[in-house]
């Protein structure tokens, strides 16, 4: 529609929003885009393949994945959290990308809760305590103890400066009175390989990678982070069941749905439950499984109250650690 006069701003945004409005109504009427801040192979991927093809057979139209990686998920981030709020670009995110970001890095070109509505929590995935099979230790308790009793500390192993292994070990350093000397690796892999072979003293990995040195009998298990043990390694206790309730031990890692602030609610709530039961499908179960991951679904009104609960803990748990990315 072409006028001879230019609307003024106010007036121009209200018909924006109207025409969304009404687009909202017969949503999906193309395919969906679900934007990836990672790179192609890894586990959010290859999840939000999985969860594309599922949300397709419900929305009646193809949802395709789009990878946009680069500066832990800023990019992608960036993109999906600017794009048109009209349901076709939704962001695949991580607790990384959604939540810490904002604590690790001075200045991002995208805020999580001003350009981003959060649609529904995809899945969570609890981590473990890992120590070699070779060691003493048994218990979070013998640990704590064992650092304390050591001239030298020890060291612990992550995947980069930020991460939640990262993060947990100085939380433990400060909170247990211990000296603890952060080895940061390129993933995960190497770190495991190290603590393994004896090189770590100990760290947190994922189910996914430490379940095969652990049934090899090189890596043993001690606690699991979160409320409830873990299907995969249901022997394995939790640090609250340990003696060791502290928030910072129960948060988990989770992989999610957002879209535009500005996206219609009806086309919100389209989204949510297409992925709430693409979830539930035997196809997403086994995929979970396969990678350690635990299927939530929860709607928007539950994710927002997760995230909120969730924010101070992941604050407090990246000023206790000093990290700082740029």
């Not at 539930?280 to 928007?300: C, D, H, I, W, Y």
Request: proline share 7%; aromatic share 8%; charged share 15%.
């Amino acid at each position: 529609m072409n006028l001879p006069f230019a609307l003024p701003r106010a007036v121009a945004a209200l018909l924006g929003l109207l025409a969304l409005a009404a687009g909202a109504q017969d949503f999906p009427r193309k395919p969906i885009t679900l934007v990836v801040p990672y790179a192609a192979g890894g586990g959010t991927d290859v999840v939000a393949r999985s969860l594309a093809e599922q949300m397709s057979r419900h929305l009646g139209q193809p949802v395709v994945v789009d990878n946009k990686p680069g500066a832990s998920g800023i990019l992608g981030t960036a993109f999906a959290a600017k794009a048109a709020p009209d349901g076709y670009t939704v962001l695949v995110g991580l607790t990384q990308s959604l939540l810490t970001n904002q604590f690790l890095y001075a200045k991002l070109p995208y805020d999580p809760q001003r350009d981003l509505a959060l649609v529904t929590q995809v899945a969570s995935a609890p981590l473990v305590l890992l120590v070699p099979a070779a060691s003493a230790i048994h218990s979070v308790a013998d640990l704590q103890r064992s650092l304390r009793g050591s001239a030298n500390g020890g060291n612990c192993g992550s995947w980069g400066a930020g991460s939640y292994p990262h993060l947990a070990c100085a939380y433990m350093a400060s909170t247990w009175k211990v000296e603890l000397a952060h080895v940061a690796y390129k993933g995960e892999a190497p770190m495991l390989q190290d603590l393994a072979g004896g090189s770590l003293s100990f760290t947190i990995g994922s189910v996914v990678s430490a379940k095969p040195y652990i049934d090899a009998g090189r890596l043993r298990a001690i606690a699991v982070a979160g409320d409830t043990r873990i299907g995969a390694l249901a022997e394995v206790p939790t640090f609250k069941e340990s003696g060791f309730p502290d928030p910072e031990y129960r948060v988990l890692g989770w992989l999610a749905l957002a879209v535009p602030q500005a996206t219609p609610r009806p086309v919100v709530e389209r989204l949510q439950e297409a992925a709430q039961q693409a979830v539930k499908s035997p196809e997403l179960v086994k995929r979970f499984e396969a990678l350690g991951m635990q299927g939530m679904g929860t709607n928007a009104q539950q994710f927002r109250a997760n995230y909120a609960s969730d924010w101070p803990v992941w604050e407090r748990l990246v000023k206790t650690s000093g990290a700082k990315l740029d």
